[in-house]
T-cell receptor
Framework: SQKIEQNSEALNIQEGKTATLTCNYT??????LQWYRQDPGRGPVFLLL?????KEKRKERLKVTFDTTLKQSLFHITASQPADSATYLC??????????FGGGTRVLVKP | DTGVSQDPRHKITKRGQNVTFRCDPI?????LYWYRQTLGQGPEFLTY????????KSRLLSDRFSAERPKGSFSTLEIQRTEQGDSAMYLC???????????????FGQGTRLTVV
């Protein structure tokens, strides 16, 4: 069956350190993968997209890698700040029109 | 147009009642999605519209759920005979037409939180 797995345990990290989140998938051949941020009680907000033929993408303090052989994407927040505390969701676009989301990983950055 | 708008933000209803939610997408977006999200989980796809046509529907969507987008602009999601298991956040998202510069990004509304008591 198709699965998208993110670490369900919260990631506690000290301010200034790099947070690394993992998204693993099985039985998908995604055209691209996206990462979203979600704050409590609010809808997800798009952060980054990486296509199947791209290895790495950066945006300010964010970096995403995509390994289609390992079926894995890594999401890095460098020089983390308390304002980065949120839940981060990965989402796949495979066949059809929908995005399929992982369960999300909560990040807590402590000052 | 500041983004995707959903109404109401919160809804408490008694089991067995019908509820209807509204979504106003970003005006130039012809693609519209409904998702459901429960606590600690990621959004779960419900249905997809391109303009006024409902092109995709999750097999998880029971017959009690129906969605419309009559003029290709706003959309409504109705749940009939609500059950406690329907309690969740209902999220609407829209995307611009394929081929446009950012056609892959989904813009989400703030959601409607439904509580069935």
């Amino acid at each position: 069956s198709q699965k998208i797995e993110q670490n369900s345990e919260a990631l506690n990290i000290q301010e200034g350190k790099t947070a690394t989140l993992t998204c693993n998938y099985t039985n998908y051949s995604p055209a691209y993968l996206q990462w979203y941020r979600q704050d409590p009680g609010r809808g997800p907000v798009f952060l980054l997209l990486i296509r199947e033929n791209e290895k790495e993408k950066r945006k300010e303090r964010l970096k995403v890698t995509f390994d289609t052989t390992l079926k894995q994407s890594l999401f890095h927040i460098t020089a983390s700040q308390p304002a980065d505390s949120a839940t981060y969701l990965c989402a796949l676009k495979a066949a059809g029109n929908k995005l399929t989301f992982g369960g999300g990983t909560r990040v807590l950055v402590k000052p | 147009d500041t983004g995707v708008s959903q109404d109401p933000r919160h809804k408490i209803t008694k089991r067995g009642q019908n509820v209807t939610f509204r979504c106003d997408p970003i005006s130039e977006h012809n693609r519209l999605y409904w998702y459901r999200q429960t606590l600690g989980q990621g959004p779960e796809f419900l249905t997809y519209f391109q303009n006024e046509a409902q092109l995709e529907k999750s097999r998880l969507l029971s017959d009690r759920f129906s969605a419309e987008r009559p003029k290709g602009s706003f959309s409504t999601l109705e749940i009939q005979r609500t059950e406690q298991g329907d309690s969740a956040m209902y999220l609407c998202a829209s995307s611009p037409p394929r081929g446009s510069n950012m056609n892959t990004e989904a813009f989400f509304g703030q959601g409607t939180r439904l509580t069935v008591v």
